[in-house]
């Protein structure tokens, strides 16, 4: 019998949401959108935890410039606080070591993780997922039920082709969906908001591309006053948080 | 410490099977312990039996009886089996805390030592399974 499945209610029962950042595709920006959105929060003064669940390529440690850090082992493992947020990421086990994972290794370091981290009390979680609806999108569907969704996608239509998927299958399993952000925008269309209007989702709003963004990766601080952070709370600024 | 986490998982996943077979009490549980999870067993074993106090089905003293699994690695590129065991001691104490911590990242930091693909599989041993409860109804 698998036991871990019993505890995760209880590890994360005091965290009051779970945002998950999601989207089909990858390099539109979840990574980004994550690590900015509990930048944002925190600096709103709530407590914010952040799980990076990209196993193959985790990305939110590089943004928030997380380095010797680890876990502290009390009970479970508690994450290291950075900048205000409990931080958890498979970077702490891997030491930045190429990660070759078959599905089933996806879906046992997630509820290992889930199982044995102590998030503490907090107001947010925010979770930066990999690309796809593959087992990642699936166990937190699982195993996380108070999930909310917010979707990223670039203006591209070849983005939106897979974004579309995606809403589409948390609609049809009726996941709280915050709506859709279309990032790295260059020119005016009205593309991507017709396209998820269309679907019945709330388009939140465009961030621009910011040609400067990455002078700012790795310090939070910088992070902070980019462009690309102005856009990411105005677009904010049309859901509930 | 982080024994104590698992041996949580371990005490609720019992009692939540008491309760489905609605048994009064808890009389024996049977777990595995894998390998790889490399788990200190008197930490666990202390903490399994903190934490059966005051449960509901109430789980008798001493019910636990730990058993070790050996690990089975398989390679899927070459067919090669072996034992974590056998590969431990090249492995420095970092790397060695990551598996105990999380099993699945011994795919990271080792290889099959005979063709040195990271693509094998835990066929056994990978960490704690709860494995069979008795009790009185
Ligand atoms: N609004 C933006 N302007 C400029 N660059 C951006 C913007 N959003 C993200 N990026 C950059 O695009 C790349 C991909 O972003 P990332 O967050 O890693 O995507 P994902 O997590 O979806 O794969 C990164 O180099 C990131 O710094
Ligand atoms: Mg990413
Ligand atoms: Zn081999």
């Not at chain 1, 019998?1 to 990858?26: C, D, F, Q, W, Y």
């Not at chain 2, 449960?55 to 398989?74: G, N």
Request: aromatic share 6%.
């Amino acid at each position: 019998m698998e036991p871990r499945t019993s505890v995760i209610e209880k590890r994360l029962k005091h965290i009051n949401r779970i945002i998950a950042v999601a989207s089909g595709k990858g390099g539109v920006g979840k990574s980004m959108v994550a690590s900015s959105l509990a930048l944002y929060l925190s600096q709103k003064g709530y407590k914010v935890g952040l799980l990076d669940l990209d196993l193959y390529g985790p990305s939110s440690h590089i943004i928030l410039g997380v380095k010797n850090q680890f876990p502290t082992e009390e009970k479970g493992i508690i994450p290291p606080v950075v900048h205000g947020i409990s931080f958890m990421s498979i970077v702490y086990f891997t030491e930045e070591k190429p990660s070759p994972f078959r599905g089933v290794d996806i879906s046992n370091i997630i509820l290992e993780l889930l199982a044995i981290t102590q998030w503490g009390c907090l107001d947010f979680l925010i979770i930066d997922m990999p690309p796809g609806i593959g087992d990642e999108t699936l166990d937190v569907i699982r195993y996380m039920k108070k999930s909310e969704f917010l979707v990223v996608t670039t203006p591209s239509k070849v983005a939106m082709g897979a974004v579309g998927k995606l809403l589409r299958i948390l609609l049809e399993l009726k996941k709280p969906l915050l709506g859709v952000i279309e990032n790295m925008t260059m020119t005016d269309s009205s593309f991507i908001q017709q396209e998820v209007k269309r679907l019945h989702v709330r388009y939140l709003g465009n961030i621009d591309f910011d040609t400067v963004l990455e002078d700012s990766i790795g310090d939070p601080d910088r992070l902070v006053q980019t462009q690309m952070m102005k856009d990411l709370s105005r677009t904010l600024q049309n859901i509930k948080l | 410490m982080h024994e104590w986490a698992l041996a949580e998982s371990i005490v609720m996943a019992a009692v939540d099977e008491a309760r489905k077979e609605k048994l009064k009490s808890i009389t024996q549980v049977t777990i595995f312990i894998g390998e790889l999870q490399q788990i200190e067993k008197e930490i666990f074993l202390f903490a399994l039996n903190e934490l059966s106090k005051s449960q509901k089905p109430s789980i008798k003293k001493d019910a636990f009886i730990l058993k070790t699994e050996k690990s089975m690695l398989l390679c899927k590129n070459c067919g090669n089996t072996w034992k974590f065991s056998d590969m431990k001691k090249k492995l420095n104490e970092a790397e060695s805390e990551s598996i105990h911590f999380i099993p699945e990242v011994v795919f990271v930091h080792t290889r099959c030592p005979r063709c040195g693909s990271p693509d094998f599989e835990i066929t056994k041993g990978r960490g704690v399974v709860l494995s069979s409860i008795t009790g009185v109804r």
